[in-house]
């Protein structure tokens, strides 16, 4: 059969028959492809959400995380002024104003221990980690420098104070064991009072310290230290946060669970991680943060003193939505991959390939964050990515092999997906040379190609 040629246009007839040309046309591709990897990427994050949305449910049952501050002092007071007014028909007037506040005291020393059992409570195919256990808090108050420091108009009841601890959320506390203040029996009420002594936000939700537990102390000495001694059996999940509100306040949490991440203002001063758990303490002295030791308050508004909180995440080690969502960031370098392969292999074996061929290819390759995400919410994500991998690397190499003529040069597709996928998953679990990891390996495809094409003729054979 002849083969007619475009002899009107003979350099469009050229370009459209070159290298030049199929490279455009796999750039259109490329986006063209971008359209299913924005579906896919939702469709990852949309997962994500409805996980934290089952892990919000199963710790609404539980209790949420373990947020907590104090304990406080809490002393109702009067500001007595006398405000003197003069009018023309009454001439000078006293009048005696009289305005509440409340004197705030922090402990002089405070010591928190707590000592935690996880598990894993799952709904469906998700889960959350949690835990229960015992937190105790001891320690001594001595009011004297606060009272001393009240202005002389300043007066207080000191037979009307409190003790508060503010909590993240009630729903936590199972039963207080032992509340003990010098030589009497506390007997606690929940809710703080309306000392809200933190508002923490994680995962764009605000959590207010609008829980917690309170108790009338009995006639409040004004001179010396008074010792306390409180435990309470409490349950949350996720994390948990202590607020160092006294002027030396120890901190030590310990837990089987074996992999913690310590986050928060302060880092432990010692920690021990294995196997079985972990163990941190800190030791934190009031000059280290911004919590006044005692001040009086006329407002009934928040504190504010979320910064200074800290503690530990029971974090899993394998996570697996951020992990697809990290996976799906890097999807178009890697949907270049076999493309350029394909492209390369069109060259050396002077067989041409339809663009049709590079769309299936393309979409093949995108088809594996698919297979990811659905197997690694059913098995470990390290033998959903290799099962995923070897299903796509497959059925690229035999694809190729079906447009190449031989077995010669349709290998090297399975030889370059292999190895883009081997370099995915070390970017992926070196998340801190993640950069570092995909700018190389990308200088190093891009050098190749420009060595492998360095004497290609881009506009097709001269006639």
């Avoid at 005696?96 to 799952?122: A, D, H, W, Y």
């Avoid at 948990?240 to 074996?258: C, E, G, K, M, Y």
């Avoid at 928060?264 to 006044?292: C, H, K, M, Q």
Wanted: proline residues 5%; glycine residues 8%.
């Amino acid at each position: 059969m002849e083969t007619i040629h475009d002899t009107r246009h003979p350099f469009l007839t050229s370009f459209t028959r070159g290298y030049a040309f199929k490279v455009l046309m796999l750039v259109f591709l490329v986006l063209l492809l971008l359209i299913p990897l924005n579906m896919i990427r939702g469709l990852v994050n949309e997962r994500g959400r409805t996980a934290a949305s089952a892990e919000s449910d199963i710790m609404e049952a539980w209790g949420k995380e373990l947020i907590q501050a104090g304990p406080i002092i809490t002393i109702p007071g009067v500001k007595t002024e006398e405000l003197i007014t003069r009018t023309e028909k009454e001439g000078e007037r006293a009048e005696i104003l009289k305005t509440p506040f409340m004197l705030v005291i922090s402990p002089r020393t405070l010591s928190i221990e707590g000592n935690f059992k996880t598990e894993v409570r799952r709904r469906g195919i998700f889960s959350v980690p949690l835990f229960s256990g015992t937190l105790t808090l001891s320690g001594s108050f001595d009011p004297a420098a606060a009272v001393a420091a009240l202005l002389p108009r300043e007066s207080v009841s000191a037979d009307q104070a409190e003790l508060v601890i503010a909590l993240s959320g009630q729903k936590g506390i199972r039963k207080i064991n032992t509340s003990n203040w010098g030589n009497d029996e506390l007997f606690f009420q929940p809710g703080n009072r309306g000392h809200n002594l933190f508002n923490y936000s994680r995962d764009y939700a605000p959590r207010t310290g609008s829980g917690g537990i309170y108790a009338a102390l009995p006639p409040l000495k004004t001179e010396g230290e008074t010792e306390f001694n409180i435990s309470i059996e409490i349950q949350g999940g996720q994390l948990i946060r202590v607020l160092p509100a006294a002027q030396d306040t120890h901190v030590s949490i310990s837990s089987d669970w074996p992999s913690p991440s310590f986050q928060g203002a302060f880092l432990p001063n010692e920690s021990v991680i294995d196997d079985t758990g972990f163990s941190a303490s800190w030791d934190i002295s009031y000059l280290s943060r911004d919590i006044p030791l005692f001040f009086t308050k006329y407002h009934q508004n928040d504190y504010g003193y979320e910064g200074s909180l800290f503690g530990v995440n029971f974090f899993r080690s394998i996570d697996t939505y951020s992990l697809n969502t990290r996976a799906v960031k890097y999807a178009v370098l890697f949907l270049i991959v076999p493309f350029l392969t394909l492209f390369l292999l069109e060259i050396f074996t002077k067989r041409r390939i339809h663009p049709v061929p590079y769309l299936l290819s393309g979409i093949g390759n995108a088809v594996f964050y698919l297979l990811l995400l659905s197997l690694s919410e059913q098995i470990p994500f390290y033998a959903a990515y290799l099962a995923a991998a070897l299903a796509v690397t497959i059925m690229l190499t035999l694809y190729s092999r079906s447009l190449l003529p031989s077995w010669n040069k349709s290998w090297y597709m399975g030889l370059v997906v292999t190895l883009s996928y081997i370099l995915l998953y070390a970017v992926l679990n070196a998340e801190s040379y993640a950069l570092l990891i995909g700018s190389v390996g990308t200088f190093l495809v891009i050098a190749l190609v420009m060595f492998l094409t360095r004497r290609l003729e881009w506009y097709g054979q001269e006639n």
